[in-house]
């Protein structure tokens, strides 16, 4: 489905009941949340993850990539985990006709060594594809966070910096640019920061990076159904108020697309 102009909210509504709809479609696709239950500090319920697309599907979001956080040491769900309780979700998601479609991911805490675990198939992608949405201690120095990004990119994966306003490291001057340039990483910031939610240092942060065009997707990051729930409606309108409907869209559908159809998204931009 092409864009033709600027929908209304409730032009909007309507296409989001376009259940399964390619990605193509005009509703949001979340490439980072929490809503697979019973495997981390996410939902805890498989009811829990219900009302979570509930309210999800009610922001606009068509499409999730379920971001369980996985670390090397002690990974909380398997790759057959993941599947298995996804389609579990899925069918209950569908039983209570929410229009919202699942893949499966990871939210990957970097360990050097996580290229060969990917690579190996122990830890997932995002829905299959080259991209792969990996975090870092908020203050590991500059240094291993590059080399990390350098090797996920030699072993020919797109590594894309979940929150990426949470790292000191990137305030300074020039180094969010550097950083990007030299390893070919993606940043992903949290709707919430935007927002202003998560407070005033995140969201002076996430509102810089977005201003100096160095942001790729825009997430939930969604825990649960309230304080840090799916929500991405009140952002998507500022977004589109601030900075046109172009770059709302870019964010919040086109490039989540290409990530689902394993796309390189700078080829668009050419
Ligand atoms: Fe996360």
């Known amino acids: 489905m092409k864009n033709t102009g600027n929908p209304t909210g409730e032009q909007r509504n309507k296409v989001h009941t376009d259940i399964h709809g390619s990605p193509a479609a005009q509703s949001f696709t979340d490439i980072h949340s929490h809503l697979l239950p019973e495997v981390d500090d996410g939902a805890q319920s498989l009811e829990q993850s219900v009302r979570m697309a509930r309210t999800a599907a009610m922001e606009g979001i068509g499409r999730i990539i379920l971001t369980p956080h996985q670390r090397t040491d002690r990974p909380s769900v398997s790759p057959e985990g993941t599947a298995r309780r996804m389609r579990r979700l899925q069918e209950e ?138 929500r991405i409606a009140r952002l998507a309108d500022w977004l589109e108020k601030r900075y046109g409907k172009e770059e709302r869209d870019r964010l919040l559908i086109h490039n989540p697309a290409a990530v689902l159809e394993d796309r390189e998204i700078w080829q668009e931009n050419d």
Do not use: M, W
Not at 110 to 120: F, P
């Open 93 to 230: 998601i569908d039983r209570r006709r929410i229009p919202i479609r699942l893949y499966a991911g990871a939210e990957i805490f970097y360990r050097h060594g996580v290229e060969e675990l990917l690579s190996e198939g122990r830890l997932l992608t995002l829905a299959g594809s080259r991209y792969c949405l990996t975090e870092f201690f908020p203050e590991e120095n500059y240094a291993y966070i590059r080399d990390g990004l350098n090797r996920l990119s030699a072993f020919g994966y797109f590594p894309i910096l979940a929150h990426a306003e949470r790292y000191e490291q990137l305030t300074e001057s020039g180094r969010a640019e550097e950083l990007k340039r030299g390893t070919g990483c993606l940043y992903q910031l949290n709707a919430a920061s935007l927002t202003g939610e998560n407070g005033f240092l995140y969201k002076s942060r996430s509102r810089r990076l977005l201003k100096n065009g160095l942001a790729d997707f825009i997430a939930t990051d969604a825990h649960d159904e309230k304080g840090r729930g799916p």
